[in-house]
């Protein structure tokens, strides 16, 4: 009821205005209300933009981030494992662990601080490297003495039993803090590493621990100037969930495993999640190193994306009020010239609705309304002819359709032919020319029948043995064919006839010179994105680099060969296509990735 009575109230409303008041009003209501919807979209839309691109350029830049610092601590790893070119070195540890002479200790105990002292030199990020020998005293190179370092060794026992269980292996552990002293003015954070050292000259038996500090400030220097936005922050921690890198120093030794926002962005790993921190939404990225495990955080305001927006928005706003003062001058002036001329012709129109056939318009103007007017004063004099002319093409219509059928032929009377001649050979003992009859049969059914454009591979796969079957019949053997087809795949579909300009250039023009020992390969397997991918290749006379660019620039008389290509991208996506290697002389491969497709 509601409904009825607003909607009478509208058709009240238009039928108390006049031509042009009704005309104004529907101008600007149906002019405007998309306008405004179109703008909202827009809005809309580039916001996602905004949010997409951030995102990738974000993920870019975790990216870069994470393999700079592999990078790094690489560089580290392999200077620790430096250690085991010294093998004075090591054979002073060996000494060491199996002598109990003290003066003999006291040789390899010089040797072994001597190597400590020279290995910290040019290696700027390190801090202080300490040797821990089996059974046996501390040796290390650190400006602030020892003390400091073997303090936090004794409060982290589960450091010695992971380089143990590591057996060898580099381990990288948390970020801990000195606070200020005697030696540091400010507190200083490090990264330690280590590993078990080993006695590669006598069965590998352990012979103690090194350690490394690696000063925060290595990292700083990578991931300290990087930033996504103005406010957008970064954090890396272990694979335990503890922070190893934060621009916030108060937050190294703290655990975020625990914490909703790190269990939901380690959930989908490689994507973004918007959370709230703090009272304040962030979009939230991580990528994990698969040199240690590490995660790479980015942590991005929302208030960043909206802030880049914001220029939008306002240029949307101006837009709008801009086209919606224009569209309502034009209302007013498409109504103010456009209504007298249309009474005009109501008027004439009454009369010939009256039988007055001989009513004319008087034309003022040589835009649309005068066309308009010029057009009903000759309607009267051209309907009939226009009939008779609809009337003549039907005619010919009709006739050109029974032409056109009386022109087609029977697919079934070409097959029952072919199969009579099938017959007929057989008959006379000529064997290939029944399966040559054969193969023709099935190739022409194939080629013309009524179906979708989607096939199995296996009918792709007989279509291509019969198609290859009778080219090799034409050239008299002077080329092979080979298929080998794997039957996982074979059901699965794929586009009608999609190898054909491939294998007609593998053997009309790739074998066009070729008398003997030609040969073309069709293999189809499952590749390891999962897709079925399909090669053709030849050891015909091949394409030249020079004509193979022209063709895939349409500058040539090409074989088709890149149509697929662009069909498949069109339809499926960027990874699948046809790539083409081709090389003067030698031959061509050309690889069809294609999805699977039930």
């Known amino acids: 009821i509601y409904a009825f009575e607003v909607n009478h109230s509208m058709k009240r409303f238009f039928s108390s205005r006049n031509l042009r008041n009704k005309l104004m009003i529907t101008l600007v209501v149906f002019i405007l209300t998309p ?20 995102d990738r350029e974000t993920y870019q830049v975790l990216n870069l981030v994470r393999q700079n610092v592999d990078q790094l601590l690489q560089e580290i790893e392999n200077q620790l494992l430096s250690l085991y070119d010294q093998e004075d070195v090591i054979g002073e540890l060996s000494k060491l662990y199996n002598t109990s002479n003290s003066k003999q200790k ?47 060794l004794s409060k982290r026992p589960e450091w010695r039993s992971q380089l143990q269980d590591a057996d060898g292996k ?12 005697r030696f540091l003015s400010q507190p200083q954070y490090y990264i330690p590493v280590g590993m078990q050292v080993k006695d590669v000259t006598d069965v590998l038996q352990p012979l103690g621990t090194i350690m490394l500090n690696v000063k925060i400030e290595a990292l700083d220097r990578i991931i300290g100037p990087v930033s996504v ?51 304040e939404l962030y979009r939230i990225g991580v990528t994990q190193s698969d040199y240690n495990g590490w995660y790479y955080f980015s942590f991005l305001p929302i208030r960043d994306l909206e ?9 949307l706003v101006l837009t709008i009020v801009a086209f919606t003062a224009l569209f309502v001058l034009l209302a007013w002036l498409t109504t103010h010239f456009i209504t007298k001329p249309i009474r005009q012709m109501v008027a004439a129109m009454k009369l010939i609705h009256k039988n007055n056939l001989g009513v004319r318009l008087q034309t003022q103007s040589i835009d649309e309304i005068g066309l308009l007017q010029s057009a009903f004063n000759g309607m009267q004099d051209r309907i009939n002819d226009l009939i008779y002319e609809v009337r003549v093409k039907s005619e010919k219509e009709r006739e050109a359709e029974v032409r056109a059928l009386q022109a087609q032929i029977n697919p079934h009377v070409l097959y029952n032919t072919l199969d009579t001649i099938n017959w007929m050979a057989l008959e006379r003992g000529q064997k290939d020319i029944s399966e040559m009859i054969t193969a023709l049969s099935d190739i022409m059914r194939y080629a013309i029948r009524q179906t979708n454009k989607l096939v199995t591979l296996k009918e792709e796969i007989n279509w291509a043995e019969n198609y290859s079957y009778l080219q090799k019949m034409r050239f008299e053997d ?19 006839l999609f190898m054909q300009p491939y294998l007609e250039n593998a ?22 994105q999962g897709h079925i991918e399909v090669v053709i290749d030849d050891n015909g006379c091949g394409i030249s680099q020079e004509k193979l660019r022209a063709i895939k620039r349409r500058e040539t ?5 890149y149509n697929l290509d662009e069909r498949l991208q069109l339809e499926y996506g960027r990874p699948f296509g046809v790539t083409v290697e081709s090389e003067l002389d030698k031959g061509t491969t050309i690889t069809i990735t294609l999805p699977k497709l039930k």
Not at 557 to 561: D, N, Q, V
């Open 35 to 54: 306008l405004i919807l179109i703008g909202y979209i827009f809005y809309e839309r580039s916001n996602q933009y905004i949010l997409d691109r951030t």
């Open 106 to 152: 006291e040789q390899h105990h010089e040797s072994i601080y001597r190597y400590s002292r020279t290995f910290l030199l040019g290696k700027d990020q390190v801090d202080s490297v300490y040797m821990i020998p089996s059974g046996s005293a501390v040796y290390f190179a650190d400006f602030k003495g020892s003390s400091f370092f073997l303090e936090q």
């Open 170 to 181: 580099v381990v990288w552990f948390p970020t801990y803090g000195l606070a200020p002293n």
């Open 229 to 279: 936005s103005p406010n957008s922050v970064f954090m890396v921690t272990d694979s335990q969930g503890q922070v190893v890198w934060h621009h916030h120093s108060e937050i190294y030794g703290t655990n975020m495993r625990d914490e909703t926002f790190y269990q939901e962005a380690v959930r989908h790993l490689g994507k973004f999640t918007t959370q709230r921190l703090n009272g």
């Open 307 to 315: 802030a880049q927006s914001e220029n939008m928005k306002s240029f």
């Open 478 to 496: 002077r080329f092979d064919i080979s298929f080998d087809i794997d039957s996982d795949i074979v059901e699965h579909k794929v586009p009608r």
């Open 507 to 528: 053997i009309i023009h790739g074998m066009e010179h070729t008398e003997s020992g030609g040969l073309s390969r069709i293999t189809a397997r499952s590749n390891e």
């Open 557 to 561: 008389h090409g074989m088709g060969i």
